[in-house]
């Protein structure tokens, strides 16, 4: 978001805390998130969790004021709500409802109908109606911007197995609900294809090394940076998206009813056809048969009818892959969804922010 920002001609500074999970061996964050350095980064000498998180929420606000900004944006809602208590005009994006309870919960109630609280982006109309709904916000202050992702533009593909067999890729987290489950069942009927699980760290990797071992057209890659994923989905002849009906995040509860998933959007980018879940707020995005071919979640039966009629078909494999990519270019980009997100805020695109 910060690159689809910058590449608006705002001039970015990303505040980020120090997280534990932040792997040591990487010296290049732009590198290794497969984004321009086109925007400064400044780290906070605290965690944004437990104890420590109104403290790195007050760092964070404090240094954004002596950066004199234009506008802060962000996720973190106690860091943005510090920055609006400071006087500074302020944007909260958020993926999931604003926890109102609890012991900061009187600071997230006030920065929603804070003066300083210029709107509140969220990622699906589901959400709007939920903070309009719920928490009371006006609706003229609720901007719907579903995720986004980058352009592979010419990256190339890993190779993944005999072009005379189907290669089916998923991408992403290993957390509940997002679909290792279906993949794993999928590769037990569907011999004829090979299935790759790009993604998760060790420990959530033990808990598939069963499968993994008995399964010859199963193989799971581990974690890889982000900035190499394009590789995987360009190397696939369907991406696979299997959502159960309940999908676990990290740290924030179940999801399903609110997410607009970045993985979605990146399937899109790679110009492939997709098997996605069938979930209402994902049919905010694409259509089914049209963009995506859309299967009843947690049904076997019916995600293995789907890959087959893929296999057979090719040119639905072009025909879905062409389509999803346009819809991609022409509305899930980050300049697209950052423009979105600032529309009305600024007269000028160029005016630094």
Not at 52 to 80: H, I, K, N, Q, T
Request: charged share 25%.
């Amino acid at each position: 978001m910060c690159q689809g920002l910058a590449r608006l001609g705002h001039e970015v500074t990303l505040f980020a805390p120090l997280r534990a999970e932040i792997r040591a061996d990487v010296s290049d964050p732009f590198g290794f998130y497969g984004v321009e350095p086109t925007f400064t980064v400044r780290r906070v000498a605290w965690k944004a969790d437990g104890h420590g998180m109104l403290l790195c929420a007050a760092a964070m606000a404090w240094a954004a004021r002596g950066a004199r900004p234009d506008l802060v944006y962000g996720r973190f809602p106690e860091a943005v709500a510090l920055s609006a208590e400071l006087g500074l005009p302020a944007v909260l994006e958020a993926h999931l409802p604003l926890r109102t309870t609890g012991p900061l919960g009187w600071l997230r109630r006030r920065l929603l109908h804070h003066r300083n609280l210029r709107r509140v982006v969220v990622i699906s109309d589901a959400l709007r109606r939920e903070y309009r709904e719920h928490h009371r916000v006006d609706e003229s202050r609720v901007v719907v911007a579903p995720d986004a992702a980058e352009d592979p533009g010419d990256a190339p593909a890993e190779p993944l197995g005999p072009p005379d067999r189907l290669q089916a890729v998923y991408v992403g987290n290993l957390y509940p609900g997002k679909g290792v489950e279906t993949v794993v069942e999928l590769a037990e009927a569907c011999r004829w294809a090979d299935f790759h699980v790009v993604g998760g760290e060790t420990a959530q990797l033990e808990t598939w090394r069963e499968p993994a071992a008995r399964l010859p057209n199963l193989r799971f890659h581990g974690h890889v940076p982000h900035g190499r994923t394009d590789r995987y989905r360009l190397g696939a002849d369907v991406l696979l998206a299997p959502y159960h009906r309940r999908v676990g995040t990290h740290g924030a509860g179940e999801a399903s009813r609110w997410m607009s998933p970045l993985k979605l959007f990146e399937y899109m980018a790679a110009g492939r056809p997709i098997l996605v879940a069938d979930l209402p707020v994902l049919r905010e995005v694409v259509q089914d048969e049209v963009q995506v071919l859309l299967c009843e979640p947690e049904d076997t039966d019916a995600w293995v009818a789907a890959l087959r009629r893929l296999a057979d078909d090719p040119a639905l494999r072009e025909r879905l892959g062409r389509a999803a990519r346009a819809e991609f270019l022409r509305a899930h980009t980050w300049v697209a969804r950052a423009r979105t997100a600032l529309n009305g805020l600024t007269s000028d695109p160029a005016q630094p922010t």
